[in-house]
């Protein structure tokens, strides 16, 4: 059994791998919890939809900052993991600190989300079916986006075809050229449309953020996956599309089942399916021998052959007995035979008559023969009606194959199972 760690040996073995991992991050969020101490440090953190971090910016960096950090501002932090053994905690320490995005465009930015999500753009999203067979791709040929997303989908999903709609992805002309493509792209009866670019600044992606391609995605009857910038990038394009990818490589990892994954799912089912065959076809094939094997001990045939074999016997017995007698009364032979020949007749007789008797109860009292007299289909109205049908006082008929007879119910009881 391995050595148990101690508290402090656990938290020394995070903290050097955590700060031996993250030496220079850069993470966006929302400021929360903001405190400026009064020596100098400031202390807050740093959120998300999902999660939250705790965040250090210690008296010399906090002096250089040209902004005061205030409740709610989104901002992007410079620094690295550092933690706090005692406690067990890690935290952000902050090197720098800078506003995301510029005022203009980031009020631009809030104000475009609020009037598409009060018009209803962000809900109803389209499902994305689970094999497709044709995507169209819509991004800059030169870019290094496609190329990821290329890779992607010869390595995951080669069954699919890829088609690619060469747009402007960036610049003043870019919007109107993604929009032209999402538009072009809805006609191709394709399966899903992948609308993407490499990451940049946020007036690189700002084409994203324009109202005309929001309109072109959420009037697209083919669903839409916006796989724009980096993973912290978070566009107009990403709310109204059907399904937001952080990276273009992620867009195909999420949209393209894997081969592998199938391959040995096929093999496991391919292989539970044979192994479940054998041992049903096991299983009916020793059901059947049994089901033989009785028909045989219960037939008819074998019981005629036992009742054959009873009078062998039978016989056989009588022949020693007289011949034991014959020896016995030689003297008396003219009269013994003629008398053991008249018993020998009678028996026989009476065996055969048995026989006989036998094979005459054993055909009145076939089951088929018995049903067929008894039965009597119940008809009323010309038609075959369930007998738990009829009412009490109603008229029917009781029709067989020789006779059909008008009856009236008297009484009607239940019968209890």
């Not at 009037?115 to 067979?133: C, D, I, M, S």
């Amino acid at each position: 059994m391995q050595k148990p760690l101690s508290v402090s040996e656990l938290n020394n073995q995070i903290k050097s791998l955590l700060e031996s991992t993250f030496l220079y991050i850069s993470v966006e969020g929302e400021v929360s919890r903001v405190t400026y101490h009064s020596s100098g440090h400031l202390y807050f953190s740093l959120k998300d939809k999902n999660s939250s971090i705790s965040c250090v910016m210690f008296r010399g960096n906090n002096a250089k900052l040209k902004f005061r950090v205030e409740e709610g501002l989104k901002v992007i932090v410079q620094g690295a993991i550092s933690v706090y053994t005692p406690r067990g905690s890690y935290q952000i320490n902050c090197i720098s600190m800078e506003p995301s995005g510029s005022g203009a465009l980031a009020l631009a930015y809030e104000q475009l989300k609020k009037k598409l999500e009060a018009k209803g753009y962000f809900n109803n999203k389209k499902e994305l079916p689970r094999y497709p067979k044709l995507i169209a791709l819509i991004t800059s040929k030169t870019g290094a986006a496609l190329q990821d997303m290329l890779r992607v989908a010869k390595k995951r999903w080669p069954l699919t075809k890829l088609i690619l709609i060469d747009t402007l992805v960036q610049g003043e002309e870019a919007k109107n050229s993604i929009a032209n493509s999402i538009k072009l792209a809805d006609k191709l009866n394709a399966d899903i449309i992948v609308v993407s670019r490499g990451g940049g600044s946020v007036e690189d992606l700002w084409a994203f953020n324009e109202e005309i391609v929001a309109d072109a995605i959420y009037k697209a009857k083919t669903p839409i996956v916006s796989a724009v910038g980096h993973e912290i990038d978070f566009l107009i394009s990403d709310f109204v599309a059907d399904l937001r990818a952080p990276t273009p490589s992620a867009a195909m990892e999420m949209i393209l089942p894997d081969i592998n994954e199938m391959r040995i799912y096929t093999d496991n089912t391919l292989e539970n399916f044979h192994n479940v065959f054998k041992r049903v076809i096991l299983k009916k094939s020793e059901e059947l021998k049994n089901i033989y094997y009785s028909y045989r001990q219960n037939s008819i045939p074998s019981r005629f052959e036992l009742l054959q074999r009873e009078i062998l016997s039978t016989k056989n017995n009588i022949n020693q007995r007289v011949k034991v007698l014959f020896e016995q009364r030689y003297e008396e032979l003219s009269y013994l035979k003629r008398e053991m020949t008249n018993k020998m007749a009678n028996i026989l007789l009476a065996k055969e008559q048995l026989l006989n008797f036998a094979l005459s109860n054993l055909e009145a009292n076939k089951p088929q023969k018995k049903l067929k007299e008894s039965y009597a289909q119940i008809v009323k109205n010309n038609k075959p009606t369930p007998l738990k049908d009829i009412a009490k006082d109603e008229v029917f008929e009781l029709v067989s194959p020789e006779v059909k007879i008008e009856a009236k119910a008297i009484s009607k009881t239940a019968v209890k199972a």
